[in-house]
Nanobody
């Protein structure tokens, strides 16, 4: 089971970015998916999650209205669309997967993790 995240980069404040995470080794629609982020010198925080079908989502308060999580089960891919980027969004972003039916927002609920993709927002 592998998760491969990509799409990070250096972006100016107010800009947009889309992160992608491709899953391999399991059927994408058997797993709930989520994004977490870790800012320099801080712990890893929940960002967004989506259930197996893509019909239900959850977001951290700090990103509501700016971030959108979506998934394409045919492509085994989950996306994080980020709008109106702020310097405080600078972090390594991680995708993760779990086999439970309900959306999970706790880091400990996720069984599989991708490597981080770095997003740097300049002011």
């Amino acid at each position: 089971v592998q998760l491969q995240a990509s799409g990070g980069g250096l972006v100016q404040a107010g800009g947009s970015l889309t992160l992608s995470c491709v899953a391999s080794g399991f059927s994408d629609d058997d797993y709930g998916l989520g994004w977490f982020r870790q800012a320099p010198g801080k712990g890893r925080d929940f960002v967004a999650a989506i259930d197996r079908s893509g019909g239900s989502t959850s977001y951290a308060d700090s990103v509501k209205g700016r971030f959108i999580i979506s998934r394409d089960n045919a492509k085994n891919t989950v996306y994080l669309h980020i709008n109106n980027l702020k310097p405080e969004d600078t972090a390594a972003y991680y995708c993760a997967a779990h086999p439970r039916l309900r959306i999970q927002i706790r880091e400990s609920s996720y069984d599989f993790w991708g490597q981080g993709t770095l997003v740097t927002v300049s002011s």
